[in-house]
């Protein structure tokens, strides 16, 4: 459940925020997760190794690269309906890049500290 946290955690900063990162060129954006055979579950820009099941998501700016109006209605309403919680350890790289996303685009979030918690913390990976 954690790990699915995060993947929603993910995937909606790179829904509402990955337009902005790359405003003059329009790029699609993919991310990979998959299970390794110890039960780890990665999430990567690049594909998985050959054979190894996974899912894939692509994201597109083109909506918001071009100043539609209807790409900032429909971040609004991502913003409203799909509130962002950063659950955030301390050293996590992963951490880092949400929450300056985060910031960079004053999008509202709330922050879960999970350095005191070992179970929340055995769920973080960087």
């Known amino acids: 459940m954690k790990t699915h946290i995060f993947f929603r955690i993910l995937t909606t900063a790179a829904c509402l925020f990955g337009s902005?990162?790359?405003?003059?060129a329009s790029q699609a954006v993919t991310l990979y997760k998959w299970v390794d055979a110890d039960g780890n579950i990665s999430y990567q820009d690049s594909p998985p190794p050959p054979?190894?099941?996974?899912?894939?998501?692509?994201f597109s700016d083109e909506g918001a690269r071009t100043g539609d109006r209807n790409a900032e209605i429909a971040r609004d309403r991502a913003i409203r309906e799909n509130p962002v919680t950063?659950?955030?350890?301390?050293?996590?790289?992963?951490?880092?890049?949400?929450e300056t996303i985060l910031d960079a685009n004053d999008a509202p979030y709330t922050m879960v500290p999970v350095d005191a918690d070992a179970e929340r913390k055995a769920g973080c990976r960087s």
């Open 51 to 58: 054979g190894q099941k996974y899912e894939e998501r692509s």
């Open 86 to 98: 950063l659950y955030r350890a301390d050293n996590c790289e992963s951490c880092d890049l949400v």
């Open 20 to 24: 902005l990162l790359t405003p003059l």
